[in-house]
């Protein structure tokens, strides 16, 4: 069976903080897909980031960044010098091949002002 | 238009009430699923289309009606819902049908069920 925890229900920081939101996933596919979403409060999923198995290297896009680590099935989300437009719900999701996407329970980050 | 769509975005209807709930993508993609988001519970997967034709039901009541006439269009069609069905209903669609695709979703249909 395939599952993803988020153990941080909630995350509040202030504006300009740096925040790790944590994904642990289980699943006993080789070959998998991990994916990251942002939920505004308008409710559309947005797509941040799709990562496979074979490829660990730790990836960077303007203030967000990725951490994958296989040895700890974990999929970290970090979000430097964070914003007041931040704000919203993340879901980590998994998926491996001939399965259907699992969702994490999701991380609600509030950035206050 | 552009990504994907949902229409209507807020929906209140009585339990004995027949309603649909339309979703569009733009994105040249050959498979759309629907969604279930409800309070304090994980998205569940509801039922999968590719190329029109329905892949996954997964174990949804029969009062939920999926309906997928062409690869851009994607219907729910709703009747005799329980108060328990209010939550937000999300389309999502995908390049093919591979299941490891990445899915683009639509903004959500907020339905309540009174």
């Known amino acids: 069976a395939q599952k993803v925890t988020q153990a941080q229900t909630e995350i509040s920081v202030v504006e300009k903080e740096d925040v790790t939101l944590d994904c642990v996933y289980e699943t006993r596919d080789t070959t998998y897909y991990l994916f990251w979403y942002k939920q505004p409060p308008s409710g559309e999923l947005v797509f941040l980031i799709r990562r496979n198995s074979f490829d660990e290297q730790n990836e960077i896009s303007g203030r967000y960044s990725w951490n994958f680590q296989k040895s700890t099935s974990s999929f970290n989300f970090t979000i430097t010098a964070s914003q007041v437009v931040d704000s919203a719900v993340y879901f980590c999701a998994l998926i491996g091949y001939g399965q259907n996407f699992v969702f994490g329970p999701g991380t609600r980050l509030s950035v206050l002002p | 238009e552009t990504g994907v769509t949902q229409t209507p975005r807020h929906l209140v209807m009585g339990m004995t009430n027949k309603k649909s709930l339309k979703c569009e993508q733009h994105?040249?993609?050959?498979?759309m699923y629907w969604y279930k988001q409800s309070a304090k519970k994980p998205l569940e997967l509801m039922f999968v289309?590719?190329?029109?034709?329905?892949?996954e039901n997964n174990s949804v009541p029969s009062r939920f009606s999926p309906e997928c006439p062409n690869s851009s269009h994607l219907f729910l069609h709703l009747h005799t819902l329980q108060p328990e069905d209010s939550a937000l209903y999300l389309c999502?669609?995908?390049?093919?049908?591979?299941?490891?695709?990445?899915?683009?979703f639509g903004p959500g249909t907020r339905l309540t069920v009174l």
């Open positions: 999502a669609s995908s390049q093919g049908g591979a299941s490891t695709d990445t899915q683009y």
């Open positions: 994105l040249g993609h050959n498979a």
């Open positions: 289309y590719s190329l029109e034709e329905r892949v």
